[in-house]
């Protein structure tokens, strides 16, 4: 078991997988992002809607023009109607313009946005009229977890087909799962209501970047028994998140953004392990 | 705090509540659910793939026609291409038809469903590479389980735009969540691989069945400061929620289905305590 103590993150370690990455290997990872595109059998490439589904991106750069009303409430009944557990809808969704997150949060939506959704797993609401979850924290908070992040899904899709674009986040600018005990102090929330990312919506300025490297279908799906995925296309995987970021991101790095991801995870575990068990962290945890 | 070891549920002690349901309300309370249609704006309503998104219902009865191989596989694809926490796609599928569900489990897939895909939470294929959640058990649970159900919805939305239905299962026929240690002995999963659902695709037979209540989206939504639901709304949304499982399930209730999932949420617990947290279950824990 890792030490507690010591946050490390071994793609440093392993520094033969980044020593690897010279020119032409940059390149030729590059090339294969660009190449990356969704597989869609001949026969189904004209079915608009799978099309707008597959060619979903999570997009950064929003033009400065407004979401009309009736599309983002169309958006939200989205979230509305998604499928939950027992349809216990655990969910509730913090909504902002960008007058409203700046009021809240004293800055502009992420990336410029003109409207967000900031998603949380709530349990608390059905506790008015059922303790439907009796004395099992882990299961109610799971539960929670999936049925907003269905919830988020829908938004996100039913956005894409009203032409609006969208980003889920969950680090930058204190808008999701690891800044949670912040959002609950500002938002009011009670115990059993975690926030798990904020949607950003917009139009998107300019055309769609490319798909960020996805690991094949072999690697991620398996039949009757668990199959153990193959290190040489983990390795070459990283090897195109790295040289996608160095590509898109002149000023930071896929390690960079890792770092600062893993720079607050001690402090959301804490936090998450108070709000979600109960509890004050102590002991060995071990 | 409830006391651990007493598992009820309190729609029975609130014997008001369900009380209250006479005939009258009864069919007061049916005819809402069968009036609790989408709210789209009609500006929108021409939207396919919004009407799609909207329109989707979780089907339990579904047709003897097979999936063709390249329908599901572009299901598959759009759990591909969900979007992840830093892209890190923290999610596993298990895939069966017909024959290989019955040559796993012993039975035929839930409601004589034509395919299945168990969706797993999975940040053990990325260990491989990275430790990119150092000694934080909570976090990575947590995105794990965001990440994969973000995955499941878009599976979700991509059967219907092709014309398949589907159904999502945390408790039926051991293919979800409350089942955890049993999927993951059958399937050989290792530690960090929590099964999480299964869905079960295939053609509806027959109409799609009227919307199980939904709360309404001032329940759900807020802004700047949470807001306390209406107990009176939610009691409303129970008594609906009792209707229709009378009308619909003659032989079963809402209540009933309740305890079931209940009857099995303290182990769910205590083998989620040991997955997720690593260490057995054992003294008060409160």
């Known amino acids: ?69 009736d599309v983002f409430s169309a958006i939200l009944e989205a979230g509305r109607l998604a499928p939950s557990t027992v349809n216990l809808q655990t969910w509730a969704f913090a909504v902002f313009t960008a007058d ?42 799971t539960l929670g977890v999936m049925n907003a992040s269905l919830a988020a899904m829908n938004m996100n899709i039913a956005a894409e087909a009203l032409g609006v674009s969208s980003v889920m986040l969950s680090e930058t600018g204190r808008s999701g799962l690891l800044d949670a005990s912040y959002l609950k102090e500002r938002l009011g929330l009670p115990d059993a209501v975690i926030p798990l990312m904020t949607i950003v919506f917009g139009y998107a300025r300019g055309p769609y970047p490319p798909m960020p490297p996805k690991l094949p279908l072999d690697q991620i799906c398996f039949q009757r028994k668990y199959r153990e995925a193959d290190s040489a296309i983990m390795e070459d995987w990283l090897a195109q998140m790295i040289a996608g970021y160095k590509a898109s ?28 068990l109960g509890r004050r962290v102590g002991g060995s945890g071990g």
Request: without cysteine.
């Open 100 to 141: 409203s997150w700046r009021e809240t949060f004293g800055s502009a939506i992420p990336f410029k946005g003109q409207r967000a959704v900031i998603v949380m797993g709530d349990t608390h609401r059905d506790k008015l009229i059922a303790e439907a979850f009796p004395a099992s924290p882990l299961v109610e908070y």
């Open 249 to 276: 991101h002149l000023s930071s790095s896929f390690e960079a953004q890792l770092r600062i991801y893993q720079s607050k995870i001690g402090k959301a575990e804490a936090d998450l392990e108070r709000m979600v």
């Open 1 to 69: 078991m890792p030490a507690r103590s010591h946050i490390t993150m071994s793609v440093d370690s392993h520094s033969h997988t980044i020593k690897k990455i010279g020119p032409l290997s940059f390149v030729k990872s590059l090339w294969r992002i660009l190449a990356g595109k969704p597989r869609v059998p001949p026969s189904l490439q004209d079915n608009p809607l799978l099309n707008i589904i597959l060619k979903r991106r999570s997009v950064r750069s929003f033009a400065d023009r407004e979401i009309p009303d």
